[in-house]
T-cell receptor, first 110, second 113 residues
Framework: DVKVTQSSRYLVKRTGEKVFLECVQDMDHENMFWYRQDPGLGLRLIYF???????EKGDIPEGYSVSREKKERFSLILESASTNQTSMYLC?????????FGPGTRLTVT | RKEVEQDPGPFNVPEGATVAFNCTYSNSASQSFFWYRQDCRKEPKLLMSVYSSGNEDGRFTAQLNRASQYISLLIRDSKLSDSATYLCVVRRAGAGNNRKLIWGLGTSLAVNP
């Protein structure tokens, strides 16, 4: 079974703080993704990576950056958290059969 | 117009019923199609891929109509445990190896006893 883990299930941060969300997959997948999911807006792609040290912007990269130093780990960074970044953050990795998600991190920025 | 559109529902059906969802996509060059299931406050999970010839997995049947640009999911003999949101997902042509998928907003299903 594919296993994708995320560092926290729930996180509360203050406006302006730097936030790190970590994601690890154990299936040696090349592709990894960060999404956010909001009611009425569905899943929106923030960034993805198709190899170590490679990254591409998704549909809503503003306010975010990513890091992929090792194949199994893909980190999402909020340089200066804002209240409109309160959301559910989902990490995924993929093979030819589909994308496999971690349990999500519910981030609240106050 | 959204690239992938679904009726949000909710669909309320009794146990044992047959229910069908449709999903339309606007990019005729779309290459691959999937149905995911998402339970409340959980992550999406792959339910099944959709093949050109249609495919079946137990009580679930998926079909693709390229001419009309829609895919469908049929659930037979609904169970209480089928209650979830069903997400239609399309991979754009040229994206390669599921690198970038387009997600519908989902159709909510509630199966009632």
């Amino acid at each position: 079974d594919v296993k994708v883990t995320q560092s926290s299930r729930y996180l509360v941060k203050r406006t302006g703080e730097k936030v790190f969300l970590e994601c690890v997959q154990d299936m040696d997948h090349e592709n990894m993704f960060w999404y956010r999911q909001d009611p009425g807006l569905g899943l929106r792609l923030i960034y993805f990576s198709y190899d170590v040290k490679m990254k591409e912007k998704g549909d809503i990269p503003e306010g975010y950056s990513v890091s992929r130093e090792k194949k199994e780990r893909f980190s999402l960074i909020l340089e200066s958290a804002s209240t409109n970044q309160t959301s559910m953050y989902l990490c995924a990795s993929s093979n030819e059969l589909g994308q496999y998600f971690g349990p999500g991190t519910r981030l609240t920025v106050t | 117009r959204k690239e992938v559109e679904q009726d949000p529902g909710p669909f309320n059906v009794p146990e044992g019923a047959t229910v069908a969802f449709n999903c339309t996509y606007s990019n005729s060059a779309s290459q691959s199609f999937f149905w995911y299931r998402q339970d409340c406050r959980k992550e999406p999970k792959l339910l099944m891929s959709v093949y050109s010839s249609g495919n079946e997995d137990g009580r679930f049947t998926a079909q693709l109509n390229r001419a009309s640009q829609y895919i469908s999911l049929l659930i037979r003999d609904s169970k209480l445990s089928d209650s979830a949101t069903y997400l239609c997902v399309v991979r754009r042509a040229g994206a390669g190896n599921n690198r970038k998928l387009i997600w519908g907003l989902g159709t909510s299903l509630a199966v009632n006893p």
